[in-house]
């Protein structure tokens, strides 16, 4: 039988059920005495080693057995599901990874699971020689190779819960770029609905207008379904947890993962190239951020450090935090290192604030640490973690307490498709404001208008807040004469009032990103394509809400 055409089936397939292994190990190091889940690893290594067989990957099959047999050992309760046993299983993962890459490339770079089947077997070995021996005693021994493969970092009970698992999912094979055409189709259609609400509006006067409804229908059940194919960030975060893990063993630092907000669904696009910078970040996290188990004693920290992993929704945006508990930057040194290499002189780097310190850790190239990882350094590639989330529309931030520890916030659009705005008037232009970030809308009245210092306030319940000077920052012309309404934006902590001629409709539009030539355009989301293939470009309240606080520094208006 010629199996050559079945090769890719099983690469696609092999992928698909190595994810779903790795997020399952994870998961039961929450839960060691979940046996369903002991028993959904087994039958997935077991299905694994089946098909590897069949496809004469003779390597890869006897990984799979000598996994299985380690598998029905913690079935039967001779092995625990303690650090070291997690630790194994991920490294056959990633043993398994590589032969499939060979597999798929046909670049064989002479990957040989041998000397893992031989941890596997001596683990095995050690716990058939203790079953008649007392509870609680750990697979730990004075043997080297065992010794080696232990993890020092401990099981966390407490840590929140960050999704389940979905299994028995059907999976198809499509090409990725025929995929984003679907997907650009279907946001295409949000501006045909409008035209079709429209139409229909005018016509029901006339007529009945049944078939134009289940047009409308049909039309409106293939954009949901297309909108489905959204991801559920959990799967990147839980990733994080794993390359946490990995690295955890190799600098002997005892680490606990907590995640929150796994739940928040981001565009297919932005899910995948987010996990890029999100790996540079937690990786810098624990190889530079995090003590050793003696510094933070001498500091009178816990032995046991955390980094929180945390997704916020925040009206049109979805925030992303990696905090940990580590070391924190020291300011002077940065200072320092930039007069050393000659990118400020002293009297210029003294005058920077804290916040444009940590800025400078972005500076391509620059990096506080004489010495090099086969891991990171602190600020070297954070230049390309910015840029990467820039072609997101996001930004990132670092807050930083030396001693406490530091905290990468990273910002992007939850989509980058369809979002729902409110379409209103500007002087004589259309504009689109995202409904997500509208507090409330409510009469202009010149009465609760005053001055300050030249800059415009507009009183709204009782306390005054800042009129958005769309003419000084997006270099948008309004009359004073001609507002008749405010749209209140912002949260708890500021406001503003942008001040429109009149308010047309709210309506899906589909969203057009800047190209490159206007990167320096500020204030702007993007083009909406409207109803009628209309467009209106799209303000940026959380820009307007920056600039008017004070978090904004450039005064340079768009021209």
Do not use: W
Not at 204 to 225: F, G, P, Q, Y
């Amino acid at each position: 039988m010629n199996i050559e055409k079945y090769r890719q089936i099983f690469i696609d397939e092999t992928s698909s059920e190595l994810n779903k292994l790795e997020n399952l190990i994870l998961e039961i190091d929450k839960a060691s005495s979940d046996i369903e889940s002991v028993n959904s690893i087994f039958r997935l290594f077991h299905r694994l080693k089946s098909s590897s067989a069949m496809m004469g990957l003779n390597n890869f099959s006897n990984l799979s057995h000598h996994a299985e047999n380690l598998l029905s050992m913690i079935n039967e309760g001779s092995i625990t599901m303690e650090d070291c046993v997690v630790a194994m299983l991920l490294s056959v993962i990633d043993a398994m990874r590589n032969l499939v890459r060979e597999a798929e490339t046909g670049n064989i770079t002479g990957n040989k699971p041998e000397e893992l089947i031989e941890e596997i077997n001596e683990v095995c070995r050690i716990a058939k020689s203790r079953i008649n021996m007392p509870a609680g005693n750990s697979l730990v021994t004075d043997d080297n190779k065992t010794q080696d493969i232990v993890s020092p970092v401990p099981s966390v009970s407490n840590e929140s819960e960050s999704g389940k698992i979905v299994h028995g999912m059907n999976i198809i094979r499509i090409n990725e770029t025929e995929l984003n055409d679907l997907i650009d189709m279907a946001g295409e259609l949000t501006s045909t609905l409008s035209d079709l609400d429209r139409v229909s509006d005018f016509l029901d006067r006339i007529s009945s207008l049944k078939d134009v409804e289940i047009a409308k229908n049909n039309i409106l059940s293939i954009k949901h379904k297309a909108e489905k194919m959204s991801l559920n960030i959990h799967t990147r975060l839980l990733r994080s947890k794993m390359v946490i893990h990995d690295i955890s063993i190799k600098t002997g630092k005892c680490i606990q993962v907590l995640i929150s907000g796994a739940d928040i669904e981001l565009d297919r696009a932005v899910v995948d190239k987010l996990f890029n910078p999100l790996l540079h970040i937690v990786r810098n996290a624990v190889d530079h951020g995090i003590e050793t188990e003696a510094a933070r004693a001498e500091n009178n920290k816990s032995p046991v450090s955390c980094i929180n992993i945390s997704a916020t929704l925040q009206g049109h945006h979805v925030i992303i935090t990696v905090e940990d508990d580590g070391t924190g930057i020291e300011p002077g040194m940065i200072r320092r290192e930039l007069v050393h290499r000659g990118i400020y002189d002293e009297e210029t780097a003294n005058n920077l604030t804290d916040k444009g310190i940590l800025d400078c850790l972005f500076i391509p190239g620059f990096s506080t640490k004489t010495e090099a990882t086969e891991l990171s350094g602190r600020g070297m590639g954070l230049d390309i973690v910015r840029e990467n989330v820039g072609e997101l529309k996001g930004s990132v931030d670092i807050s930083s307490i030396k001693g406490i520890g530091t905290t990468f916030m990273i910002t992007i659009p939850q989509t980058l498709s369809i979002i729902r705005c409110l379409q209103v008037l500007i002087g004589s232009q259309m504009f689109s404001i995202p409904s997500e970030s509208i507090l409330e809308i409510t009469p202009f009245s010149k009465d609760n208008l005053m001055h300050v210092r030249s800059r415009p306030l507009m009183l709204y319940r009782g306390s005054p807040i800042s009129m958005a000077d769309l003419h000084g920052v997006l270099n948008i012309t309004s009359d004073t004469d001609s507002i008749t309404a405010c749209i209140i934006s912002g949260n708890s902590h500021v406001k503003i009032a942008i001040p429109v001629k009149n308010i047309v409709c709210e309506e899906d539009i589909l969203i057009k990103h800047l190209g490159p030539a206007f990167s320096k355009v500020k204030g702007m989301l993007g083009v909406g394509i409207l109803s009628g293939g209309r467009m209106s470009l799209i303000i940026d309240t959380d820009f307007l809400l920056k600039r008017h606080s004070g978090g904004e520094s450039d005064d340079t208006a768009n021209s």
